[in-house]
């Protein structure tokens, strides 16, 4: 168990519709950073976030929204969904200061499948 | 932009051989180096890093190597295992921001 918790584990939804998915980070880390992984392929850096403000962006359609709250977990929404939406979304958190690196600790991901 | 290379894509390789993953990076002011291994649904998870002011990092099987110079750096595991089937992702970032993967190496071992 990473200490990430990651809501839904399955999601299933139709073109056109608009999901929200969850993420808690392990206690003391700051930094949130969310992934998406189609089938069989990469991890593919959407956004990152540290202590509630926006710290990089990736490849993050402009369909696509997230956030951090104060208490430090953090969302993304998915909004006109299309079937090339469908993948495994993962929250990754990790403790580091600004200034320093270490390891990204994964949630086990949401899978959202659009039908 | 950022971006990494991971070479090759599969790797099949006999029980006890060695197998070597590698990866290039583009953004020079990458400083930090880690290796995910993520088996058939799970999550990844570290399994070795390295920082830029180290040039070889090894733990038991396992060991990393970096060339700043050429901007590259791979994976060596030793006396591969069965266990040791999985997709591994080297990363590279510079400081917190971004971790960039590069797109996995599916490794099988053969028994």
């Known amino acids: 168990d990473s200490g990430v918790t990651q809501t839904p584990k399955h999601l299933i939804t139709a073109t056109g519709q608009r999901v929200t998915l969850r993420c808690s980070p392990r206690?003391?880390?700051?930094?949130v950073y969310w992934y998406q992984q189609s089938l069989d392929q990469g991890l593919q850096f959407l956004i990152q976030?540290?202590?509630?403000?926006?710290?990089a962006k990736g490849n993050i359609l402009e369909r696509f929204s997230a956030q951090q709250f104060p208490d430090l977990h953090s969302e993304l929404n998915l909004s006109s969904l299309e079937l090339g939406d469908s993948a495994l979304y993962f929250c990754?958190?990790?403790?580091?200061?600004?200034?320093?690196?270490?390891?990204?600790?994964f949630g086990e991901g949401s899978r959202l499948t659009v039908l | 932009g950022e971006n990494v290379e991971q070479h090759p894509s599969t790797l099949s390789v006999q029980e006890g051989d060695s197998a070597v993953i590698k990866c290039t990076y583009s953004?020079?002011?990458?400083?930090?180096f880690p290796w995910y291994k993520q088996e058939l649904g799970k999550r990844p998870q570290l399994i070795i890093d390295?920082?830029?002011?180290?040039g070889e990092k090894k733990d038991q099987r396992i060991a990393v190597t970096l060339n700043k110079t050429a901007k590259h750096f791979s994976l060596h595991i030793t006396e591969t295992q069965p266990e040791d089937s999985a997709v591994y992702f080297c990363?590279?970032?510079?400081?917190?921001?971004?971790?960039?993967f590069g797109t996995g190496t599916r490794l099988k071992v053969l028994a």
């Open positions: 206690s003391g880390d700051l930094s």
């Open positions: 953004d020079s002011a990458s400083n930090y």
């Open positions: 976030y540290y202590n509630g403000e926006e710290r």
């Open positions: 990754a958190s990790s403790v580091v200061a600004a200034s320093t690196t270490g390891e990204l600790f």
């Open positions: 990363a590279a970032s510079k400081g917190t921001y971004k971790y960039i």
């Open positions: 390295i920082r830029s002011n180290v």
